[in-house]
């Protein structure tokens, strides 16, 4: 019994001490301060990287197809390229397999004719000349991003001073062949249109392989 009002003194002496005198069953105090904000749980956005292997070389209407096979909808992509407005050109998307391995091909075709079609028949009616004034008016002319524009004419502009060293004139008085025809013009669009729209974080690319034997072009046949 003794033991038994001892305990009862010591639990009376420390809920005295604590200052809590709530009994079972009734409402414990409550911390009335604001609790500090959480910062939002945030999912990290995922990365596109585009590693570019070009041991086979870097074709615009390859790197057209390659690219439209990342986008979740490539044919409505197509059918923005049509609406742009480029004179005479025509972007085409259709299912390839070679070697069976299934992949796409883009194809371009100018008033109807495909590159190379007229050349190899001994004609040349569209693969006309034209200066690096003519490509950037034709460029600067379209319904795309300033980005775009940009892009577009910093591709020509490497291929005009590369010209330029090679026929030593000026760039401004370089005229494109095969380079400046209106389907090189919708290679080099449509790769920087994608660019943007993909829009990936880094850009890797092997060295381009650039083949061997000779070439027949607008200025004879070359190594």
């Known amino acids: 019994m003794v033991f038994k009002r001892l305990f009862a003194l010591l639990l009376a002496s420390a809920v005295l001490l604590t200052g809590c005198a709530c009994s079972p069953g009734e409402d414990e ?7 500090a904000p959480t910062a939002p749980v945030r999912t ?7 590693h570019n292997g070009s041991g086979m070389g870097a074709a615009g209407d390859m790197l057209t197809a390659a ?3 990342l986008l979740p909808d490539p044919a409505a992509f197509v059918r923005e390229l049509n609406g742009l407005g480029l004179p005479g050109v025509i972007w085409r998307l259709e299912p390839a397999v070679k070697c069976g391995v299934t992949g796409s091909r883009v194809s371009v075709t100018i008033q109807g004719h495909e590159e190379g079609e007229d050349r190899d ?3 040349d009616h569209h693969h006309h000349h034209h200066t690096m004034a003519d490509i950037a008016a034709v460029v600067r002319a ?4 300033e980005k775009v524009k940009e892009n577009a004419l910093a591709v020509y ?10 026929h030593g004139v000026a760039v401004e008085e370089v005229h494109f062949h095969e380079v400046g ?4 013009v919708a290679d080099v669009l449509a790769v920087c249109l994608l660019m943007e729209r993909l829009a990936p974080e880094r850009v890797i690319a092997s060295p381009v392989h650039v083949g061997s034997g000779q070439v027949r072009c607008a200025h004879g046949i070359m190594p």
């Open 29 to 35: 105090p409550k911390d009335t301060a604001t609790p």
């Open 44 to 50: 990290p956005e995922p990365s596109l990287s585009i």
């Open 67 to 69: 690219l439209l096979e």
């Open 121 to 123: 028949a001994g004609h």
């Open 142 to 145: 379209l319904p795309v991003s």
């Open 157 to 166: 502009e490497r291929i005009a001073r590369a010209e330029s060293e090679v």
């Open 181 to 184: 025809a209106m389907d090189a």
